[in-house]
């Protein structure tokens, strides 16, 4: 590989400015380059196409000879200057003295800010209690009947619904004369508690064709925080009662797990797995939280300006969408912002370390399975959407998560020993 001609300048808090210097050859070289992809698409009155002297052509175009020479040698020569460095820029850098003479060096300069270099936090000083999964009988029991219930039947009920029996009903919710909640065809077991207390206490004892009112107050930490703490009134009517017809197990029911299951042993022993993979999960959860909040304790290296400034105005904007930040001022609103923009920036640079120093690298089938059930819930094929640039964000944030997890996974079993 060629050493290049590269002047470094520190100019404080990460930025840098490199000055690089193209040899004059590799500029001409660039210059008649351009001129036989230029010659046999112009047209110049008095010369066949393609048999005009370059130098014609280069006074005729010399903006265009210029911009060609600058748009092949720059991202070239720049790419070159920082491997040969080992510089890595954080931001987009900022090009200056982009002026190019085919019969000299061409000299251009560059200004970015680098990541930070930063000893990671010694092992020793993270805190974290090894766990076992441990599970009661009563959860293999739920999780037993879950698997009962995605396998049985239902049949028309006279009467009144109880908790077990499916219901069929359209229902709409409001508050403060906004619809917060509405369906007119949603299928649910009563008993199954995804509804709130109120809505689960209404339907138990309807029948069908029945009609009723009731209010409800949205908890404090309801997922929708504009919901949270506000009463609603919703009117629900139910179109259908349908009683459950119990999974019976038997060789039809296992073939639902193809291989896997064979028996009721069998099936036992997979609702034991699951349950343990759950508590397991629920463990790596848990140490990745804490190893998360002791970080944010141990680090404390500078961050990229330029990078702190844009993660703070995405934070700072999403802060102001919210409706409890009326109760705050914006600066208060923005320095919150900024701090947990700092912890975040320095946990993402963490990690890209991490992975670089280890050599760890995510895995591509987790982060695949997770785009698929993205992709399902969206009601859309992976293929189709990787071709949207939305697709290629929603799969970059997944890589990033199962990113951080393979890093803080690997914490643990260090800090675990």
Known sequence: MESLDVAIEDLGNLKRKITVTVPKEKVKDAYNKTYKSLKDRVNINGFRKGKYPQALLEKRFVKVMKDEAIETLVPEYFDKALKQENLKPAVRPKFEDLEVDKKKPLVFSATFEIYPEFELPEYGKFSLEKKEAEFTEDEIKQQRQRHLDSGATYEDKDGVAEEGDQVQIEFKGTADEEVVAESNNRFYVVGSNEFLPEFEAALKAMSKGEEKDFDLTFPSDYNEEKLRDKTASFHVKVNDVKKKIETELNED?????????????DFDNLIEEEVKFRKENEIKKE???????????????????????????IRFSQAKQKPESKEHSDDVLRDEAQVSALKELRFSIVVQKVLETEELKPDEREVYKRFEINCAMMGIQPDELMKQDYGHQIYQQIFSIVAEETVLDFMTDKILG
């Open 253 to 265: 029911f296992f073939k639902r797990y193809g291989d896997k299951v064979k028996s009721e042993e």
């Open 287 to 313: 140490y990745r939280d804490k190893i998360r909040k002791q970080l944010d304790d141990l680090l404390d290296f500078e961050v990229p300006v330029q990078l702190l400034e844009e993660e703070t105005n």
